[in-house]
């Protein structure tokens, strides 16, 4: 898990912001199959949605609050503008699709308005979000309001960062997190090193 968020770190560091982001994308996957083994189907296969959101929920929705906070209880924000159903949406679209179209993240409509989104990604410009109307058309029932959200791809690898680094620390048992490595073999340096021990036992 470390060697992931390093990579992840120094990514961003280079300014190499698609691998970034990729990789870091994939954490509240093997924190979220760690933390809810229950959730799985019948089958025994694993409901990878519901564990990616639930974790998300729990570990990183409170970087996410709005202007109006967090609830009661002080750990959920009210109305997060970057919600679980987003970073999963953002998630399948980014590592499947090899874009970041996230065409809906709310209700389609209601009783006033019929809704249209908008998500974008950006770097070195902060976030936004926010709505807005188009002019009201003749003969039509219901007006369109525009929702925009815009993430910073940056803080987004972060936060995933942070949350995931945390939650890592809370396991005193490191064990579960072994089947989650990537072990990448360098050739040419094995073979410089059976070189060098033959070399001594010449």
């Known amino acids: 898990m470390l060697e992931k968020i390093n990579a992840i770190r120094v990514a961003l560091e280079k300014e190499c912001y698609l691998p970034a982001l990729a990789l870091a994308l994939t954490l509240p996957d093997i924190c979220g199959q760690i933390e ?18 639930k974790w998300f929920k729990e570990w990183v929705g409170h970087y996410y609050a709005d202007h109006t906070g967090f609830k009661q209880n002080g750990k959920y924000p009210k109305n997060p503008y970057f919600t679980d159903e987003m970073c999963y949406q953002l998630r399948c679209a980014y590592l499947h699709s090899g874009n970041s ?15 249209i989104y908008h ?37 987004l690898c972060e936060f995933l960062c942070c949350a995931a680094e945390k ?27 059976i070189q060098k021990l033959n070399s001594r036992n010449k």
């Not at 770097?123 to 003749?138: M, R």
């Not at 809370?170 to 340096?189: A, C, G, M, N, P």
């Open 101 to 115: 179209d996230i065409d809906e993240f709310g209700e389609k409509e209601d009783k006033q308005f019929k809704y």
């Open 119 to 155: 998500f974008s990604l950006s770097v070195n410009g902060g976030e936004s979000y926010g709505t807005w109307w188009e002019e009201p058309q003749l003969n039509v029932d219901k007006m369109f309001k525009h929702r925009t959200v815009c993430i910073d791809v940056v803080k």
């Open 36 to 53: 809810y083994p229950e959730l799985i189907r019948k089958n025994g296969s694993r409901l990878v949605g519901q564990q990616y959101k």
């Open 167 to 193: 939650y890592y620390n809370t396991k005193e048992d490191k064990k579960v997190f072994y089947e989650h490595q990537i072990s990448i073999t360098d050739i040419q340096r094995k073979a410089f090193e």
